[in-house]
């Protein structure tokens, strides 16, 4: 199976800054379509409650992430119990529930810093819903790390 990848994965790797856009994006729909082929689909309902009450938390935290939010918070705001909400949500996402918090919080950072050039780092930082300049940088450094192992 690399093997099939591998070529793709090289052009890519050996690719400059005049190879056009589309050619890029081909070896990616390439790569892309050989892992998708590769692994098994699971169909999920839309229909199905898990799957809807999922959407509509992480909708709810996407919006208030830079509100302080904990599973106390959360469990009790859609009405369970605080380890099923925690088992369902890292069944369901993939993720723990303070791991997509950051994610969510570092998003809006990024887009806070996009937007917003008068305010400090350190103001966005706090704007962003992270507790200090420490953990925002603790997450960031965290996540560039899991970004350099995939």
Do not use: M, W
């Not at 699971?42 to 898990?50: D, E, G, L, Q, T």
């Amino acid at each position: 199976f690399n093997t099939k990848l591998l070529p793709y994965l090289q052009a890519l790797v050996d690719a400059d800054d005049n190879t056009l856009e589309i050619i890029l994006k081909g070896y990616l729909n390439l790569i892309f379509g050989y892992l998708a082929s590769h692994y098994k689909n699971v169909a999920i309902s839309p229909k199905s409650k898990n799957v809807s009450i999922i959407v509509e938390i992480l909708d709810f935290i996407n919006l208030h992430c830079n509100e302080p939010l904990t599973l106390d918070i959360l469990s009790s705001r859609f009405g369970y119990n605080k380890s099923y909400f925690s088992r369902l949500f890292n069944k369901t996402v993939g993720i723990s529930l303070n791991d997509y918090l950051n994610i969510a919080r570092l998003n809006r950072f990024e887009e806070l810093l996009q937007s917003n050039t008068s305010d400090s780092l350190t103001d966005i930082i706090y704007k962003a819903g992270f507790q200090s300049p420490s953990t925002f940088y603790r997450v960031k450094a965290i996540r560039k790390r899991q970004r350099s192992l995939r």
